[in-house]
């Protein structure tokens, strides 16, 4: 039986995440992933919103996914689109990235640090007791564990062990996905009708003084809405032929398919995410519509906020009790991520009563502070965990100021990289009280003079300090005092 502190079931963009959130912490992870490569079939979800991108930026790997990606203006509410490009970030978009390349992206960091990957086989059951956990392998092999990360999707083994409900609301609507090789040229672009929303696009194109371009023949990316919900058996080519034809009159001689799959507004949320040393992220603790692109988003933030906590808890330097707050923080973030997806599948239905009621919708997004507020919360940018009353930015993403140091002007994001907490001194300098972790943190005198702007929010305050944790978000703010902030570095960082 080989040891590990934590094992990670599956390697997705949230099980590579959080892999690498351990690793930089020192933690010895081992992910297992069924697939023999990280190869995957098709492009399968698209798009990195604004946060998203934040959260990359932390660690210092953003560059190489704005390299290979589209910058672009789409986040929306339901067909809605926002034009964010007025945010207070430093990447005011989306990125178009589809996640067969996001996960190779993941996969070549995580390939730069100490991570074990056992390929080509499944977690398959676990036994957990006081002082770790077994878990067994679907090659008959096992591994032991401090803890079990549950990263292997919607159909979590590790959910379903772990004996967590998943409670929510069946399915209303179902559409295949695929891409195939058509031998007719397509009728491209998004069509609406009685029986639902139908795409059809090129997956390869150029990008033209500002405008799509695509070229004739190649790989075309289908999207059908299916007349029936609940068929359980694995899609055909078949199926997907009936589907074109219903909706277009042809199926444009589809064949060689890459990959067909099927999807649902299936809406569900696990009740806990976490079970003594069993964790949920991703997928695995919440499942939704993909309208709006927020599940893999969601995902790889649930794996960035549980990082450093697990790794302090592994390290003995935080008691356990500390990964209670990552349910606390990110169960109700996925909540309201499941209330916006059904919400938007009800008002894309094709009815004439529904089309009313989308164009009053999306005459109100139009106004100024409708857009910012739903912008915000698409684009993960006003995301605030519960830390108390006090300054707006507790609790809140820190932004990614410019600040002067001693040894110059450096980004705030640039002092995250290594996944540590900063305590940013922005005010006079004064004695302030860090003996509890002052050997695991960053303590950083800085000046700053421009304004302090918060998506949605608008303008607040300049504090005199800051505590930013590994994820980026404030944990304390300081008015020139101490006040609070051994508490603060405490119930965060521990107390040795």
């Not at 099927?262 to 992220?281: E, H, N, P, S, V």
């Not at 944990?475 to 005092?481: E, I, N, Q």
């Amino acid at each position: 039986m080989t040891d590990h502190a934590v094992v990670i079931a599956g390697g997705g963009p949230t099980g590579l995440m959080l892999a690498g959130e351990l690793a930089l912490a020192g933690v010895d992870v081992a992910i297992v992933e069924r697939r023999a490569s990280q190869d995957l079939p098709g492009s399968r979800a698209g798009g990195l919103h604004s946060r998203t991108i934040e959260v990359l930026d932390q660690r210092g790997i953003a560059d190489r996914f704005l390299s290979e990606g589209q910058v672009v203006q789409v986040a929306a509410f339901a067909g809605t689109r926002f034009d964010i490009s007025d945010f207070p970030t430093r990447h005011p978009y989306t990125l178009g990235l589809w996640q067969n390349h996001i996960e190779r992206i993941l996969a070549g960091w995580v390939g730069e640090l100490a991570v074990t990957v056992y390929r080509g086989r499944e977690v398959t059951g676990f036994a957990q007791d006081d002082t770790g956990v077994d878990v067994a392998l679907s090659d008959g092999q096992s591994l032991r564990a401090l803890y079990l990360a549950g990263c292997d999707g919607g159909r979590s083994v590790v959910r379903k062990a772990a004996g967590i409900e998943f409670p929510g609301w069946d399915p209303t609507t179902s559409s295949l996905l695929a891409e195939v090789e058509m031998t007719e040229e397509p009728e491209l672009g998004m069509r609406r009708d009685a029986s639902g929303i139908h795409s059809l696009g090129k997956v390869e194109y150029e990008i033209r003084d500002g405008e799509v371009v695509y070229n004739e023949g190649g790989t075309v990316r289908v999207m059908v809405t299916e007349p029936h919900v609940g068929t359980t058996s694995e899609p055909t080519v078949r199926d997907l032929s009936e589907g074109l034809i219903a909706v277009y009159g042809t199926d444009y001689g589809i064949h060689s398919p890459t990959w067909i799959t099927r999807f649902t507004d299936m809406t569900r949320q696990a009740a806990a995410y976490r079970d003594r040393r069993i964790l949920l992220a991703g997928d695995a603790a919440h499942v939704h519509s993909p309208v709006g692109g927020q599940g893999l988003n969601t995902g790889v933030q649930d794996a960035v906020n549980l990082g450093w906590k697990l790794a302090q808890v592994v390290h003995q330097t935080a008691p356990e009790i500390l990964l209670d707050t990552y349910h606390a923080e990110r169960h109700p973030v996925a909540a309201r991520v499941l209330r916006n997806t059904m919400a938007q599948v009800a008002l894309m239905r094709a009815d004439d009563r529904t089309e009313a009621l989308r164009d009053t919708v999306s005459e109100l997004l139009s106004m100024d502070e409708p857009r910012k507020r739903f912008a915000a919360m698409m684009s993960g940018l006003d995301i605030h965990y519960d830390l108390g009353e006090g300054h707006p930015l507790l609790g809140r993403r820190m932004p990614d100021l410019d600040v002067v140091t001693p040894g110059g002007t450096v980004r705030v994001f640039t002092l995250l990289h290594d996944a540590q907490p900063v305590l940013l001194n922005l005010g006079k300098p004064w004695g302030l009280d860090i003996s509890p972790g002052a050997d695991r943190m960053l303590a950083i005198d800085a000046e700053y003079a421009g304004d302090w702007e918060l998506p949605a929010l608008g303008q607040v305050t300049a504090p005199a300090a800051v505590l930013i944790r590994p994820d980026g978000y404030v944990a304390w703010v300081g008015d020139g005092r101490d006040i609070g902030l051994p508490d603060a570095l405490t119930t965060w960082f521990g107390s040795r």
